[in-house]
């Protein structure tokens, strides 16, 4: 979904589902996504301790080249729960910017994590939100 939105609000950006500490490279900044499905993980033949600690290990490394990460949570509440907190955590306490659509954050578990960490939080109304967002942080990227 978020790849769409990239495309939409015209931000060149290369969508990576396996991105890994040598998928850095040049990058200016990574969007990660947080959420899981038990569905997409199987589509994708992995498990969830893996994508876990693949997870972590690009983030750190992101973290030490000092390229900032952003995170969208765009599913709302259907991409939270026991299967996809552990991802929006990792998500969540890596990234420099945290965007989540309404309904994703109604516990505030990801406000409290921005708070803590003292990153930006940015709450969007809905998924098309996420284009206002992706034009104020990468308004130079445009095609």
Known sequence: MLKGLCTR???????????????????????IVGGAS????GAAKVDAGGEESR????????????IPIVMFHVGGDARRGALSDPFNKIAAEGADIIVVAK???????????????????????NTAG??????????????
């Open 9 to 31: 609000a015209g931000v060149d950006a290369k969508y990576r589902p396996f991105a890994n500490t040598d998928s850095i490279g040049d990058v200016k900044s990574i969007i």
């Open 130 to 143: 996420a284009l206002i967002v992706l034009n104020e942080l990468y308004p130079k990227m445009k095609k």
């Open 55 to 66: 997870a972590k290990k690009l983030l750190a490394a992101a973290k030490k080249a000092k």
């Open 38 to 41: 038990s569905k997409g993980l």
């Open 103 to 125: 309904g994703g954050d109604d516990d505030g578990f990801f406000k409290k994590i921005a708070e803590s960490r003292k990153v930006r939080y940015i709450p969007i109304e």
